[in-house]
């Protein structure tokens, strides 16, 4: 049972272009929200990450927009650069003293210049 | 510092072998997890420790077992490897702080093919 649901499973964006990566989760419970970012042959590194308390969290070129009421959030790369190429995580946890994060299948992300 | 460190890098094993996945943080986490990354599939967590001394099951820990030997290593135990277990596998340690933000630090990886 997938718990969170992650798409495209694949992107690829034009440099300078607007990346959008999709995420819907089931549990009401989940209260953390974070990206992961992953490039080949190296573990993820958190990217950015929102508590369901507000609705956008941004960072840089990165932005988080979150909706409650339909349980989806979604990942925005801004101006999108060839070094963003990289596989994008969404996950969500229900946080607490263990912080289990589920994770999504994955956005292979390819800028071309 | 060296965040979290894995070894091996690499492992082929028969099916049948046993072998011990070595993790390790000089970050002073009290939280380390250990995760599977198979192609569509994402990251699965194995087993976690919250803490020094306590270990539980994540979401498939079936064919592993885990020890916490101190606060800084946990390690990972295939007793008897499976074609099914060929995988990326990534130990992390968890940080959190006061304000509530949290992040999880992952090692760069074993890879393990079981033949």
């Known amino acids: 049972q997938q718990q969170v649901k992650q798409s495209p499973q694949s992107l690829i964006v034009q440099k300078g272009g607007i990346s959008i990566i999709n995420c819907a989760y089931e549990?009401?419970?989940?209260?953390?929200f974070p990206w992961y970012q992953q490039f080949p042959g190296k573990g993820p590194a958190l990217l950015i990450a929102i508590r369901p308390d507000v609705s956008e969290k941004k960072e840089g070129r990165f932005t988080i927009s979150f909706n409650k009421s339909a349980k989806q959030f979604s990942l925005h790369i801004m101006d999108s650069q060839p070094g963003d190429s990289a596989t994008y995580f969404c996950?969500?946890?229900?946080?607490?003293?263990?912080?289990?994060?589920?994770f999504g299948t994955g956005t292979l992300l390819a800028v071309q210049p | 510092n060296a965040g979290v460190t894995q070894t091996p890098k690499f492992q082929v094993l028969k099916t049948g072998q046993s072998m011990t996945l070595q993790c390790a943080q000089d970050?002073?986490?009290?939280?380390m997890y250990w995760y599977r990354q198979d192609p569509g599939m994402g990251l699965r967590l194995i087993y976690y420790s919250a803490s020094e001394g306590t270990t539980d099951k994540g979401e498939v820990p079936n064919g592993y077992n885990v020890s916490r030997l101190n606060k800084r290593e946990f390690s990972l135990r295939l007793e008897s490897a499976a074609p099914s277990q060929t995988s990326v596998y990534f130990c992390a340690s968890r940080y959190r702080t006061g304000m509530g933000r949290e992040t999880q630090y992952f090692g760069p990886g074993t890879r393990l093919l079981v033949l």
């Open positions: 549990n009401t419970a989940f209260d953390y």
């Open positions: 970050m002073n986490h009290n939280s």
């Open positions: 996950a969500a946890s229900r946080g607490g003293a263990t912080n289990k994060l589920i």
